[in-house]
């Protein structure tokens, strides 16, 4: 059998294949709802604020690697948890991706320069009150990284290779607001990425790899 290839060329290939061909309701399908299906009504009836998150794929020869944030645990909302770098979307971003690119040099120094946009996936939306677009990239080696200190901790990265491996997706379930919820989590090395990232990587693999 033909070992799957996890190159940044391959990805970007993947992505801009599909990238356009989903609805505005295609977050239904993915991650999170399908395992919760019951919030989904919920979530229909809120009004939600835009943000957007960056995934970035390092080229790094034949398996690329995808850069994650620890966020501190100082910050209001999601704090100490791993995320993608990203953030609102302000009234001078006019798309998504601006905003991810301006939240990412924000957050961990990351110059736009080596950073090429191919695609996104349909919107997570999320209870906390953001509706939001993950922007798929490729990173070009050669950048720096100078984390801001008042809102992450640290920065690294895992193989493309170990995201899309179903096998690495554990289930996981925890009491919210009186009911019970299901979530996806997958641990790597000491670190454990679950909630709300998980669930994007899950749906990147759902759309791009399964």
Known sequence: MTRPVFSAEDFRRRA???????TEEAWRE?????????IIPQLE??????????VPVIDDGDDARVIFTQRTATLRKHSGQI????????????????AALRETEEEIGLDRRFVETVGRLPYYMALSGFRITPVLAVVQPGYD????????DAVFDVPLSFLMDPRNHRRGRTNWQG??????????GERNIWGITASI??????????
Not at 201 to 210: F, G, I, Q, S, T
Request: proline share 10%; hydrophobic share 35%.
């Open 145 to 152: 990284l100078v984390p801001n200190p008042t809102e992450v």
């Open 201 to 210: 990587v899950r749906m990147l693999y759902e759309r791009l790899y399964a």
């Open 45 to 54: 009836a809120l009004t939600l604020k835009d943000a957007a998150v960056l």
């Open 16 to 22: 801009f294949r599909q990238s356009r061909q989903f």
């Open 30 to 38: 993915h991650g999170d709802f399908l395992l919760n299906p019951d």
């Open 179 to 188: 009911a019970e919820r299901h979530f996806y989590q997958m641990p790597y």
């Open 83 to 98: 995320s993608f770098p990203g953030g609102s979307i302000d009234p001078d971003d006019d798309t998504p991706e601006r």
